[in-house]
């Protein structure tokens, strides 16, 4: 593995993280993301109703809760 994939990283640690990243992307059958979790945090409370925009890049998304 660290001979094969050497060029993914310049510590054993890492060449095994990408390794491990992709056996669990293709088993899973979900792709991989590489937006950081900071971005995902700030979406989740967007979802559940605890922030009422989220900002990412230039792109600013709001979420206004209507009354059943």
Not at 26 to 37: F, M, N, R, V
Not at 40 to 67: C, H, P, R, W
């Amino acid at each position: 593995m660290l001979d094969n994939f050497g060029d993914k990283g310049n510590e054993d640690w890492e060449i095994y993280a990408h390794c491990l990243r992709e056996a669990m992307s293709k088993a899973s059958h979900l792709g991989i993301s590489d937006q950081p979790l900071k971005s995902k945090l700030a979406y989740e409370k967007l979802m559940k109703g605890s922030a009422k925009e989220l900002v990412i890049g230039d792109n600013t998304y709001s979420f206004e809760k209507t009354q059943d």
